[in-house]
Every structure is written in C-alpha cells, then in structure tokens.
T-cell receptor, first 109, second 115 residues
C-alpha cells in the first residue's frame, strides 16, 4: 500500500472549515483513499473514502486532485467534538489498513 | 449498520496471568478481522490478521504464542494475551471487514494494564 504524508498537527476555529491535507504521491490506480479519525481512547471512526471523484457525505467532503497524488478532507463547520487525530490511508482491495502518524486536529472555541 | 463490539473496554491483570479480549461483528459477517495495538501517543500498529476458520497471520515481531488469536465464527474473534507482563500494557483494537462501502469497522478498544 502507498505511503501517506500528513502534517502532524493543525488548529481550526470552531465553526470554520477544517481542511486536512494528505500527500500520497506513490498511489497506484486501483488504490482508494480512506479517511478515519480517532478520538482519544476510542477506536478509529470511518469518515469517507474515494477513488478518483470528489466525495461528500454527512460528515465531510473529500477532494482528490486530478493526478490523485494528494487529497484534502474538509470538515465544513468544525465543532469541538471534531478534535481528534485524522488518518489518511490508501488501500487496495481486501488489504488491511496501515496507519501513519495522522494529523492531530484541535478545534479551538 | 456495521457495528463491532469489543469487550472488555478495560482490564487490569497481574503479571503472569492471561487475558482474553473479544471482538464481535453485531450486524454483519466478518470474514476477516484485524488486531491492532496502540501505545500512548503513537499510531495503531497491526498485530495480526484473522480469517474465519484458519490460522491468523502475524506481523513481523509479534509473538504468535504470546498473542493467541481465534476466529471460530464469522462474528467472533478473540485475542488472548498469555503470561502478560507490564510491557504488554497497551490499547488493543480490533477491526472487521464485511461492508464494502465502509471499508473496515473498528471496535471501541480495550485498555489493558498489567501490574
């Protein structure tokens, strides 16, 4: 599975959009981009995933560049409960998920 | 849908004893389950992959005789930490695959403290 690179930490003001970047320059054509988050002392929570097209669900939006070498997770209106570590993972097929170091997002009141 | 229940959520045990952690998929059949370990302020590290009805596949450096994994049914996998030592204290998390749209669903984790 391709390696991902994320900034170690980010701050975001409550109510503003949080944009979390991820680089996956070695991604192959059949690898999906997944985003999970982990709130302190809990198991990771699925957020969203995509292959080529941008995706949106009730939690977030995922923007994937045309060359697929990077992506951005967007939380449109961050709340204090969105404070967590966010993991960007690329995976193909039934392979397991390998977690990088993630981005620690702190939402500030 | 796609709920994974992990039990217990926390456990304290004495050195030398064994501890069993259960991971259940409540509303789907999980042909594959994964066990992770997470030390404080670190990321999740995959320990082993468990397939129903067959032996688990362990990651390099994980002792299979110490971390016994059983996946006897499509809804249950267990991890037994045998002869636990204080260095085994960690946060253990399971995940299960069975729903294509969501990738993998994770349990809530088990915090093991060995004293």
């Amino acid at each position: 599975d391709a390696k991902t690179t994320q900034p170690p930490s980010m701050d975001c003001a409550e109510g503003r959009a949080a944009n979390l970047p991820c680089n996956h320059s070695t991604i192959s054509g059949n690898e999906y981009v997944y985003w999970y988050r982990q709130i302190h002392s809990q198991g990771p929570q699925y957020i969203i995933h995509g292959l080529k097209n941008n995706e949106t669900n009730e939690m977030a939006s995922l923007i994937i560049t045309e060359d697929r070498k990077s992506s951005t997770l967007i939380l449109p209106h961050a709340t204090l409960r969105d404070t967590a570590v966010y993991y960007c993972i690329v995976r193909v097929g039934a392979n397991n998920l390998f977690f990088g170091t993630g981005t620690r997002l702190t939402v500030i009141p | 849908g796609a709920v994974v229940s992990q039990h217990p959520s926390w456990v304290i045990c004495k050195s030398g004893t064994s501890v069993k952690i259960e991971c259940r998929s409540l509303d789907f059949q999980a042909t594959t389950m994964f066990w992770y370990r997470q030390f404080p302020k670190q990321s999740l590290m995959l320990m082993a992959t468990s397939n129903e009805g067959s032996k688990a596949t362990y990651e390099q450096g994980v002792e299979k005789d110490k971390f016994l994994i059983n996946h006897a049914s499509l809804t249950l996998s267990t991890l037994t930490v045998t002869s636990a030592h204080p260095e085994d204290s960690s946060f253990y998390i399971c995940s299960a695959s069975g729903t294509a749209n969501y990738g993998y669903t994770f349990g809530s984790g088990t915090r093991l403290t060995v004293v």
